[in-house]
């Protein structure tokens, strides 16, 4: 009760620019994002109906980038702006959601992170996730040695034996994933966040070179915190500071929710001041 009221004062005209009606949806989740969620995500929008801001406060470790424009799409559906409130962190396919907003809105823990695709591989008779791009590079890396190895009159049938044995299609499958994220992120960016600038062009192109490049960020779970989203990036954050009433109200409702998800081994959570849709884990 507490968190749908704390939801309800967030949806307040002095938080939301004096327009109204106003609605807020949470989604909490600990566990991946997959195409199910899409009909629990249109289910829950009904209850709140058409608003002029839609404020979506969403915390997820991402997931299955296809779902991501319909998610985008659904929420847009319900309002004339769309707004993404991330309490803690938001990665990945999460990330790509963000962008398709008009506004995203961050606190001093919030985070973005990098859309390379992940693919999940056994090593060392582990399940583990792997950057698409990875595969890539080591493809394009063993392609020179080769190359430069023939230039230099050295020998390269190790090299030729390396190369004749990659997995061509599949390499060619994690390219198309490569190129499917950063398409995604070209079309919110251009037809939401960037869509009045002049300069959008390269102002996109500036965003998703740094959000896919594993290069520069190393490591799939790097954080982007809001100053660097809002001054590299150049996307429309909003920074609130610790003591800000609205921020204060998030982080009221978001450690509520976490510790509801935590307690009672609830891996996703979606929530309005009308309706509540929980997924629990198998175990539980």
């Not at 859309?115 to 990875?134: P, T």
């Not at 960020?217 to 982007?224: A, E, T, Y």
Request: proline letters at 3%; hydrophobic letters at 40%; charged letters at 25%.
């Amino acid at each position: 009760e507490i968190r749908r009221e704390l939801l309800k004062e967030l949806a307040q005209k002095e938080y939301n620019e004096d327009k109204g009606p106003n609605g807020v949806l949470a989604h909490l989740s600990h566990a991946s994002l997959v195409s199910a969620d899409i009909s629990i995500l249109g289910d829950v929008l009904r209850s709140i109906g058409d608003v002029e801001i839609l404020n979506v406060i969403l915390h997820s470790p991402g997931g299955d980038g296809t779902v991501v424009e319909k998610f985008v799409n659904l929420c847009r559906a319900q309002c004339k702006k769309f707004r993404v409130i991330i309490p803690n962190e938001a990665k990945s396919a999460a990330t790509l959601i963000s962008l398709g907003a008009d506004e995203i809105i961050m606190g001093p823990p919030s985070e973005l992170g990098p859309i390379d695709a992940q693919i999940e591989v056994a090593a060392g008779g582990l399940r583990r996730y792997v950057s698409a791009q990875s595969f890539i590079d080591a493809r394009n890396d063993l392609v020179k040695k080769y190359e430069q190895q023939k230039k230099n009159q050295e020998e390269t049938g190790a090299t030729a034996h390396m190369i004749l044995t990659l997995d061509l299609p599949f390499i060619s499958e994690c390219e198309h994933l490569m190129d499917f994220g950063r398409d995604v992120a070209r079309k919110f960016l251009g037809q939401y966040m960037f869509k009045n600038h002049s300069d959008k062009t390269s102002k996109i192109k500036k965003a998703v070179d740094y959000l896919s490049s594993v290069k520069r960020n190393k490591v799939h779970g790097r954080m982007i915190d809001g100053s660097t989203a809002r001054t590299t990036l150049g996307l429309k954050v909003k920074i609130l500071g610790k003591n800000d009433p609205f921020w204060k109200k998030i982080w009221e409702y978001y450690t509520r929710a976490e510790l509801h998800l935590t307690r009672n081994g609830v891996v996703k959570l979606f929530e309005t001041e009308h309706d509540m849709l929980m997924a629990t884990s198998p175990s539980t």
